[in-house]
């Protein structure tokens, strides 16, 4: 998928082959396959790892795991795909609705704009089941061995970690905190102005 992504980097990077996909939903497909594959699949790999090692419980369903990886990996890159391939064929980005009162190029990139959909509920599906697995492992509390990790050694000048940050609970409480900051503003944007066509957030 990085290779994907690459390559469609070099296509935006060129100035007379960006003239082509500029501003379609090239763009979207290329930071999708770039950033929502290989970045998220590295980070969905290292908390299934990390997860085990870091609470000494046993991964819950781990078949539920290594499905959830896949469907994201296959859903990310049918709708990346699909947004590449509709974007050369001029599918705007940005654009509530792409039918253009029914021309004909409109018309020919509308299956791949439902295939990118079909792409879009793989990964719904994913989202879910990797949470499942986590809240799966921390309600079963089956103890786990042989599940020793190696961390590197501090420097000898280095200074203790105060206790309170060497709980993995509050980090994840943090994560969650700023995870809701972030997302309070446009959800409640799109609470108050639901469906098509709704005015756009400012940010400055």
Known sequence: MFILGGFGGLVNAS???????????????????????????TFLGAAYWMIPRLTGRALWKPEWALFQTRLWFFGMLIMSLSMHYAG?????????DVGYLGANVANSWEPLMLLAAAGGFFLFISIPTFVAVAIGTLLQNAKTESME??????????????????????????????????????????????????????TW
């Open 15 to 41: 100035y007379s082959m960006d003239t082509v996909v500029h501003n379609t939903i090239w763009i979207v497909g290329h930071f999708h396959v770039t950033v929502g594959g290989p970045v998220a699949l």
């Open 88 to 96: 050369l064929l001029g599918a705007p980005r940005r654009t509530a």
């Open 149 to 202: 990790a190696t961390f590197a050694a501090p420097a000898e000048s280095a200074a203790t970690t105060p206790p309170m940050l060497q709980h993995v609970f509050r980090w994840g409480v943090l994560a969650l905190l700023l995870a809701v900051l972030a997302y309070a503003g446009p959800l409640g944007e799109l609470l108050r102005h639901p469906g098509y066509l709704a005015p756009g957030m400012r």
